[in-house]
């Protein structure tokens, strides 16, 4: 997700964070990894001094071996980056709570005849919640979509996006058109959140973007925004709406 909190640029506030939030526990670490794991989830690895994330998933934790195997990556000059010896960082959503850690060297291997990754077991991790940042991730099998207003003239249709997890505080948008754009800061007037019961219509500022390469090769554009003033029956009706996402998907663990 990419508004979660581990992005913060400042240095000062990521120490304080680290110092309160970090595991260190092994058996709590793998203990969290294998949930990742069996629940299937999706995990970016962030790469370092760069714009992209690669989106992957947890193949295996192995205790006995120290590693961890993750699903390899399409197109060799990603691979290439990520065995540059920069390493990543592991970013992932376990029950709204993030996950994340730096890989270190990350390597090529082989996992049931197939390519795969291998980082070592991390020695400590970040295990962070801010309910203000509390976000569900939205079904994949049925995306929910919102509309941005273009805002070129010559380009005037509206951009219809997927919402990829959503929150009292704000959304993450994904769209693989390429006219999303990755500023940062600016405001989105009028767009319309088109959830299964109601529609929600509120101004969203960009707080940070990536360009993320998929399974396929392609590249979608990602922005996590945060509403601004979104009206308080707007704001109830997307609470509820969060927490029905939250129990249904509780539910069918």
Do not use: W
């Amino acid at each position: 997700m990419l508004s979660s909190p581990q992005h913060d640029s400042n240095p000062a506030n990521r120490d304080e964070l680290m110092a309160r939030y970090t595991l260190h526990s092994r058996v709590e670490i793998i203990f969290q990894l294998r949930a990742i794991q069996k629940r299937k989830l999706l995990v970016n690895l962030d790469l370092k001094g760069s714009r992209q994330i690669i989106v992957t998933s947890v193949l295996a934790v192995n205790e006995t071996s120290n590693v961890l195997i993750l699903d390899s990556v399409r197109g060799d000059a990603l691979n290439q980056e990520l065995m540059s010896g920069k390493g990543a960082e592991f970013i992932a959503q376990l029950d709204g709570v993030s996950i994340s850690f730096d890989t270190g060297p990350v390597t090529l291997c082989e996992f049931e005849k197939l390519p795969a990754l291998r980082v070592a077991l991390p020695k400590s991790l970040i295990r962070l919640q801010r309910r203000e940042h509390f976000r569900v991730p939205m079904p994949i099998a049925n995306p929910v979509k919102c509309i941005v207003p273009s805002a070129s003239e010559a380009d005037p249709d509206p951009i219809t996006t997927h919402i990829v997890d959503i929150g009292c505080g704000g959304v993450a948008l994904a769209e693989t058109g390429g006219r999303l754009g990755t500023e940062t800061g600016r405001v989105l007037p009028g767009c319309k959140l088109l959830l299964p019961e109601t529609t929600i219509v509120t101004a969203l500022e960009v707080c940070n973007s990536a360009q993320i390469r998929l399974h396929n090769g392609a590249f979608q554009t990602r922005l996590g925004c945060k509403f601004i003033d979104l009206p308080n029956d707007m704001a109830a009706k997307l609470q509820r709406f969060v927490m029905d996402i939250e129990r249904a998907r509780r539910n069918s663990l």
